[in-house]
């Protein structure tokens, strides 16, 4: 995978995060096209630069914590 590429799952995982329109996690796979383990890793770097990520199990999807 291409850095462009990274760059665009990642841009593309913050908007639905911050839509919540993320689903959970088998979900958000498919719409990233990438493994569950590529996903948790893309979420990692995300909380690593500082994204407070939570995820709520009545919406069924990840969201920014204010």
């Known amino acids: 995978m291409s ?3 990274y760059c665009n799952r990642i ?3 913050k908007e639905l995060i911050k839509h919540e329109k993320t689903g959970p996690s088998e979900c958000l796979c498919v719409k990233l ?3 569950r383990r590529c996903l948790f890793n893309y979420l990692y770097d995300l909380r690593c630069e500082g ?3 939570a995820f709520s ?3 069924k999807t ?3 914590v204010k």
């Open 3 to 5: 850095y462009r590429e």
């Open 11 to 13: 841009e593309f995982l």
């Open 33 to 35: 096209g990438v493994s």
């Open 51 to 53: 994204y407070q990520i």
């Open 57 to 59: 199990k009545c919406r």
């Open 62 to 64: 990840y969201y920014f």
